[in-house]
């Protein structure tokens, strides 16, 4: 072989390395919260200074209150389909998912106690999502498909159990009348647990292997399984842990409404999430999303349902200002992305 | 197709077509390309030199109108141009074969060969005529052999993507073409045939502009020969001026004068056995890699070579036979299990099969080895930043920092990236499958001679190459394939270039022949 080796000069890097500024201190708050993060926190603000002026109720502490439960249940399936949409599939049958737990944690309260029925819950969410990823792994059929079928079935089990009616009454039991209205630290029982979840799901993808895995895969499959990530394996356990949450909201529900019910808490719920999700920043193709993005566009979805609600707005249009909302989002940030204008997006 | 006229292909003196004066373009802060001037001829072949990351492909998708400059002129045939649009310079009959070409993935050759051309043949397309069109099309340029227009986009290899692309620009009659590494991707047998549709193009007055790292090929087709380095010209030559030397002079900024020459050494244990393997693409595969012994793999484009790397790796099913490893039996069910046993895998397409585009390039690098990085599941970012920058700087990888995406690196300096994942794994064998595509000629020493480091320290590597002088150079024992088979082994002292080819081209099936 007769190839020349080379000691080459370090002048080009050094000089692309002295070109970047230093980060000011402002700067590097800003990459914490996230660059894409900033928009949503600028509405949120316009939003509540808007609404605020209008009606001074806004700013009570029982209204902060009323936000905060009304957006627990959307928000912890906004959180988990952000963890999906990452990995690059999407689950949209996480409100009848919901549903069935809701029915089953009541049916089973009344007859064994809430313990039982939390856990019999619990159980049903995990094998529902186990099922979801069974369906996608091994039946190979694309995740919108696999779901939308199973949001089909799931609900038609729920009404089956239940006869189509709201089942048991939880309303008397302390525990579910704890999650429902009890505080701790003067903070809404429901609002802690979309905070521990909230937590718990960035701290996962942010700082453990398992979530920059989740990144990987939904970047690039292939990729990934040749460096050695078993993605079957994370496509059936993001899609359990989402059946567990989704079973989770569904306890939840049955707490507020202080029954099982099998479809009026929980429909709707899988399109909430995903709007949610887009809004902070996910993008559907897979490889990119944060939950803090997710988190605020939960909140700036309920204080705009909230304000408008305050306002007298009527409820058909806010169906399209929120529709119009996260078109507006997303163009934004598909703009500063600098994509081309050609064929679909990414 | 639209027969747009080659006539008046030179409104400029000198034959010149496409001219571009005073080019720049910034990135955020990376400066890739400042007063940059090329002039493309009528009937001629300018190459375009330089190293990766140089901005080669940032000019050429700037004549195109992928980019916008930010400073500069751009003339075709004496006019001044402004393209926001590729559809714009393709209008006015300028093509560039990327360098990573887009193909749609559930359609055929034919459609994908005459895509966004469809609308010229009315609503409805006759997919028969449509298939006819594109087999006598391919067949003019004997690339008929090489891919059918029935073949659905999504199971084509590198190399007959690469012949699709360079069809869709070739049917249009463009008055300049410009192709970006298209060899890269290509086999021998391509690189003929291409080298012949080139060789038309210039006779008929195309204006053509090749970018490769390839010095034989430069020297064999161009005119011309444009070097940048830094994203600065360093300045333009007719061939009968310049020679090897003088050009990688120019590329790297002074003489390469030291010679690589692997240092030999008795090999170790075998790592790698495999006996008498075969799966659903190869068949009855005899293959030993010893530590500290590089193994090189050669054939033609389609001999299986790819698909027998990704069956050791465990990526492929193993169908009958015995592979071992460091002497124990061992069956993959997946990559991570041939990762657990200490295999690298640096597959051939980097963009498809190894990087997360939108990911940084520290998370490229750590990807593989993020387990033993992490303290239980917590990552260390630290730690990751060190081990990214140890192989950034080892490899010289051209980036602002380890926290830069993926996709905005240039070609060759991507492939690094992927080197560096397995380098910072420490295997005790190595699988590198066309491990210097689209490196250029300094960063291809720095790999060969990482290779042979690797290979001192004991470690085994075993090699697919398209590129003979590789094979030739790194092997201390090359395999030959043909049609899923091993159809020789060559010693050290056996190789050439001959002797390679006669066994890449034996005949493993007498129901084969023609
Ligand atoms: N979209 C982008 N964003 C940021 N930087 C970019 C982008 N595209 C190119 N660059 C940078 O511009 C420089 C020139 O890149 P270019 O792709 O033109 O190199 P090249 O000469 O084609 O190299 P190679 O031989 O490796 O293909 C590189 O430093 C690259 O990292
Ligand atoms: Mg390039």
Not at chain 1, 271 to 300: Q, Y
Request: some cysteine; proline content about 3%.
């Amino acid at each position: 072989m007769s190839a020349p080796t080379t000691q080459r000069p370090e002048t080009s890097l050094a000089r692309e390395v002295m070109a970047l500024p230093t980060p000011s201190i402002g700067r590097r708050i800003l990459t914490t919260i996230g660059v894409q993060n900033i928009s949503l926190l600028i509405a949120i603000i316009a939003l509540v200074a808007v609404i605020g002026s209008q009606n001074p109720l806004f700013f009570g502490i029982d209204n902060v209150r009323v936000i905060g439960t009304a957006i627990a249940v959307s928000g912890l399936l906004a959180v988990v389909q952000t963890v999906v949409i990452i990995m690059g599939a999407l689950d949209i049958s996480v409100g009848s998912i919901a549903g069935l737990a809701s029915v089953t944690s009541a049916m089973i309260f009344t007859v064994a106690g809430p313990l039982l029925g939390v856990v019999g819950a619990l159980g049903i969410g995990i094998a529902c999502g186990l099922l979801n990823g069974c369906i996608i792994v091994f039946g190979r059929v694309n995740p919108v498909i696999a779901t939308l079928a199973t949001l089909a079935a799931f609900k038609g089990i729920a009404q089956l159990v239940s006869d189509g009616r709201a089942q048991g009454y939880t309303g008397a039991d302390g525990f579910f009348v704890f999650l429902a209205r009890g505080t701790l630290i003067g903070i809404p029982v429901l609002i802690w647990v979309l905070i521990v979840l909230a937590v718990l799901m960035h701290v996962v993808l942010r700082y453990t292997s398992i979530g920059r895995n989740i990144y990987a895969v939904g970047g690039n499959d292939v990729a990934s399984r040749l460096a050695g990530i078993n993605i079957n394996r994370y496509i059936l356990g993001v899609y359990m842990m989402t059946g567990a949450v989704a079973a989770i909201a569904g306890i939840l529900i049955t707490a507020r409404t202080g029954s099982g019910q099998p479809v009026s808490g929980s429909e709707g719920l899988e399109l909430e999430s995903i709007t949610a999700a887009a809004l902070g920043g996910a993008a559907l193709k897979g490889g990119k999303g944060t939950i803090m993005g997710t988190i605020l566009a939960v909140i700036l979805l309920g204080i705009l349902t909230n304000g408008m609600t305050l306002l007298d707005v009527n409820a058909f249009w806010q169906n399209v200002a929120k529709g119009g909302l996260l078109v507006v989002a997303v163009i934004i940030q598909q703009l500063r992305s600098g994509e081309r204008r050609i064929g679909l997006p990414a | 197709m639209n027969a747009s006229t080659r006539t008046d292909n030179t409104a400029e003196p000198d034959g010149v077509v496409l001219s571009a004066r005073q080019i720049g373009k910034h990135f955020g802060p990376i400066v890739a390309l400042t007063g940059v001037d090329l002039e493309l001829r009528a009937g001629e072949v300018t190459a375009i030199m330089g190293e990766n990351g140089a901005g080669k492909s940032t000019l050429l998708k700037i004549l195109t109108g992928d980019y916008q400059p930010d400073s500069g002129e751009l003339r075709l045939g004496g006019e001044v141009m402004n393209f926001t649009d590729p559809a714009q310079s393709r209008a006015v009959g300028l093509r560039v074969i990327a360098q990573e070409p887009e193909i749609v993935p559930h359609v055929s050759v034919a459609e994908n060969i005459y895509v966004g051309a469809i609308g010229h043949q009315g609503l409805l397309f006759n997919r028969a005529k449509l298939e006819r069109q594109a087999a006598a099309d391919l067949a003019t340029y004997g690339f008929d052999r090489i891919v059918s227009p029935q073949t659905i986009g999504s199971q084509l290899s590198a190399a007959q993507r690469q012949v699709v692309e360079i069809m869709r620009a070739v049917i249009d009659k463009p008055r300049v073409i410009c192709f970006d590494e298209p060899t890269s991707s290509l086999g021998d047998e391509e690189s003929a045939l291409l080298f012949a549709l080139i060789n038309t193009l210039r006779s008929e007055g195309v204006a053509v502009g090749y970018v490769s790292h390839r010095m034989n090929e430069i020297f064999r087709l161009a005119d011309r020969i444009t070097v940048l380095r830094d994203g600065k010209l360093v300045g333009t030559k007719a061939k009968a001026d310049t020679d090897h030397n003088d050009l990688v002079k120019m590329m790297v900024g002074r003489d390469l004068s030291q010679l690589f020459s692997r240092e030999r050494q008795v090999a170790g244990d075998p790592v790698i056995e495999l006996q008498d393997v075969s799966t659903d693409d190869v068949s009855n595969i005899d293959l030993t890699v010893r530590a500290g012994e590089v193994v090189g793999v050669a054939g033609l484009v389609g001999a299986g070579r790819s698909e027998l790397m990704k069956a050791i790796v465990g990526d492929l099913p193993v169908t009958s036979g015995t592979v071992l490893v460091k002497g124990k039996p061992v069956r993959f069910h997946s990559p991570a299990d041939s990762i657990a046993a200490g295999i690298g895998f640096a597959p051939e397409e980097r963009k498809a099969e190894a990087l997360i585009m939108q990911r940084t390039v520290r998370d490229n690098i750590v990807l593989a080895i993020l387990p033993k990085l992490a303290r239980g599941f917590f990552v260390s970012e630290k730690r990751e930043k060190q081990v990214a920058k140890t192989y950034v700087d080892q490899l010289r990888i051209r980036t602002p920092s380890t926290e830069q995406l993926v996709k905005n690196l240039s070609g060759g300096n991507q492939q690094k990236v992927v080197l560096a994942r397995w380098l910072a794994h420490s295997p005790a064998l190595l699988v590198l499958d066309e491990p210097t595509r689209g490196v250029d000629v300094g960063a291809k020493a720095e790999i060969y001679s990482i290779i042979d480091e690797l290979a001192q320290q004991g470690v085994g590597i075993l090699v697919v190459s398209s590129e003979l002088p590789e094979v030739l150079g790194l092997s201390d024992r090359t395999y030959v394939m043909a049609g899923g088979r091993i159809t020789g082994t060559l010693d050290r002292s056996e190789a050439t270039e001959e002797s390679i080819l006669a066994l890449a081209m034996t005949d493993t099936r007498a129901s084969a022949a023609l």
